[in-house]
């Protein structure tokens, strides 16, 4: 199992960036990484994911050119940088731990989070 805690959120103007920061404990080597996010009255949605050695990486659409998600094995921490941002990435963001690749679901995601919240204003 392995414990997550993301941070680094927080308010952005529109075009700006932000990375934010997932510090893991436990057997956090093991497993692929994945970047979600919440917006208020909508679903969680998948925004990004990296596998367990950091050497392949999957975005969603509308982040694609944007967003880069890594990860720092000797840190024990998954990062992901937000440029160009919009108001429209504005939610909740969560980090998730997986040992299936490619994820299909966020059901394929075995520890979670709190989440860091991140706002772009326009």
């Known amino acids: 199992q392995v414990q997550l805690v993301e941070s680094g959120g927080g308010l952005v103007q529109a075009g700006g960036s932000l990375r934010i920061s997932c510090a893991a404990s436990?057997?956090?080597?093991?497993?692929?990484m994945g970047w979600f996010r919440q917006a208020p009255g909508k679903e969680r949605e998948f925004v990004a994911a990296?596998?367990?050695?950091?050497?392949?990486?999957y975005y969603v659409d509308s982040v694609k050119g944007r967003f880069t998600v890594s990860r720092d094995k000797r840190e024990n921490t998954v990062y992901l940088q937000m440029n160009s941002l919009k108001p429209e990435d504005t939610a909740v963001y969560y980090c998730a731990a997986t040992r299936r690749w490619p994820p299909g679901h966020s059901d394929d995601f075995s520890s979670w989070g709190q989440g860091t919240q991140v706002t772009v204003s326009s």
């Open positions: 436990g057997t956090f080597s093991k497993y692929h």
């Open positions: 990296v596998t367990w050695s950091g050497g392949t990486t």
